[in-house]
């Protein structure tokens, strides 16, 4: 079919009002990821990391809930199963974090019904041996801050910590090499883990970053620094089609290295309190 030269014209138009429309949406949609803040809240008193959420800086603390990623869809299921996936959480959690000037503290209560921690000990991979939290923690005080921590709270109450020089830098075994030994970690379990028969509850968890292992290479902390981060969840369920993952603040995709997409720490200044 031949057009009409106004035709042609008009065609051209829209083509070009759609490409410019794609590109800024895509623009916008990179934008929402970036940046968002998460308040940690001042702790005027030291929190007491054993897994129970009842000292006083969480009553302040704002809370925010974990979510899937926008994407939930996974390269290696078929795409008539992927569409069945679930856009939202099936099993919630609330998160928390605070600060003071030896610590940052995160917090966590998550929903769970069926618990698993096959783990043993310090410095594991747990994600790998059942349900876990995870932190990732990064400074961007400057350009040359490409390096981040991955630090998790087992539910058995043992701790991780894995370092990267930078997203594009994650090798093994090496990350595995810089535990820190202030680094705290507490947990508690309502139900019953390992055992898949029956239901469980959940389970709360509880971890100290000490500012100390955090700064030793110059970085800034506090009020007035550049930190980003993302805590997230390892959930397996018997009754899931896969393992659950969710996090604050949501992601584009279910990677929980996207260290672009981490949240902006807002320190509350320490003189409120
Ligand atoms: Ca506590
Ligand atoms: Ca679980």
Known sequence: MKLSGTKSLALAFCVVTALAFTSSAQEEDGAKFKDRPMKAAFASKPVVVDGKLDD???????????????????????????????????????????????????????????????????????????????????????????????????????????????????????????????????????????VWEDKDKGWTAEMAVPIKALTSRGEKFGPGSKWKILVSRYNYNRYFPSQELSSFPQLSKGNYHLCEEYALIEFEPDFIK
């Open 56 to 194: 006083e800086v969480w009553k302040n603390a704002i809370v925010y809930d974990m979510s899937l990623p926008v994407d939930t869809s996974s390269s290696s299921l078929p795409e008539y199963l992927n569409k069945k996936r679930d856009k939202t959480v099936k099993e919630g959690a609330k998160v928390r974090i605070a600060w003071d000037k030896d610590f940052i503290y995160i917090s966590a209560e998550m929903t769970d019904s069926d618990l698993y921690c096959y783990g043993e000990g310090d410095q594991q991979h747990y994600y790998k041996a059942g349900d876990v939290l995870e932190v990732f923690l990064k400074p961007e005080n400057n350009d040359n801050e490409t390096w981040y921590w991955e630090l998790y709270a087992a539910p058995n109450g043992k701790k991780t910590a894995l370092f990267f020089p930078g997203a594009g830098c994650k090798i093994f075994p090496e990350a595995d090499l810089h535990p820190i030994e202030e680094q705290k970690t507490g947990a508690v379990c309502e139900g019953t883990v390992n």
